[in-house]
T-cell receptor, first 114, second 116 residues
Framework: GEDVEQSLFLSVREGDSSVINCTYT??????LYWYKQEPGAGLQLLTY?????DMKQDQRLTVLLNKKDKHLSLRIADTQTGDSAIYFC??????????????FGTGTKLQVIP | DTAVSQTPKYLVTQMGNDKSIKCEQN?????MYWYKQDSKKFLKIMFS???????INETVPNRFSPKSPDKAHLNLHINSLELGDSAVYFC???????????????FGPGTRLLVL
């Protein structure tokens, strides 16, 4: 089945690193994503990782994937106040109909304290 | 130019009314989606259309009827609105059904629906 869980809230001080965690249940996912939702806006893709990778770095963002534990994390280095938002992890699974279905996590609200 | 646009941005209406939300994408994508985000920010897919054909219908009540007049548009019509329909509705599009690094979903800004 598809279930993607995240902790609801994270608070960090400006300049510190943030780590947002996500667990998923379906091991057949092909891609895993991190999206950012700022207040009153839609979702914006931040980064993604292919399911056969362990790690991906993209400027201040580091994605770690532990397939055995079905655990995905997003680390934001030198967190800024502009990083305050809700972060969603998502997995896409190629289903029997030949298309990718994306299941979103519950979202983690990141609060950055100046 | 906005890639995925939705109208209206806000919609306040009474229970029992019928309303529509429109979505347009100018990216030349083949696939469009409707998602519902509830007050706890849970985001669930409702429908997916590919080349104007319905692909995904995730056990959404049949009061919700999507309509795709062409590949660039996917509208959502809701009959007999209920209090529980209050949510933010997001439209999205992707190049096609096979998502990947260069073929991700692009989201609209959302329509905030409040049913009184």
């Amino acid at each position: 089945g598809e279930d993607v869980e995240q902790s609801l809230f994270l608070s960090v001080r400006e300049g510190d690193s943030s780590v947002i965690n996500c667990t998923y249940t379906d091991s057949s996912s092909t891609y895993l994503y991190w999206y950012k939702q700022e207040p009153g806006a839609g979702l914006q893709l931040l980064t993604y990782i292919f399911s056969n990778m362990d790690m991906k770095q993209d400027q201040r963002l580091t994605v770690l994937l532990n397939k055995k534990d079905k655990h995905l994390s997003l680390r934001i280095a030198d967190t800024q106040t502009g990083d305050s938002a809700i972060y969603f992890c998502a997995e896409s699974i190629l289903n029997s109909g030949g298309y990718q279905k994306v299941t979103f996590g519950t979202g983690t609200k990141l609060q950055v304290i100046p | 130019d906005t890639a995925v646009s939705q109208t209206p941005k806000y919609l306040v209406t009474q229970m029992g009314n019928d309303k529509s939300i429109k979505c347009e994408q100018n990216l030349g994508h083949d696939t469009m989606y409707w998602y519902k985000q509830d007050s706890k920010k849970f985001l669930k897919i409702m429908f997916s259309y590919n080349n104007k054909e319905l692909i995904i219908n995730e056990t959404v009540p049949n009061r919700f009827s999507p309509k795709s007049p062409d590949k660039a548009h996917l509208n959502l019509h809701i009959n007999s609105l209920e209090l529980g329909d209050s949510a933010v509705y997001f439209c999205a599009s992707s190049q096609d059904l096979l998502l990947g690094p260069s073929k991700t979903q692009y989201f609209g800004p959302g329509t905030r629906l409040l049913v009184l």
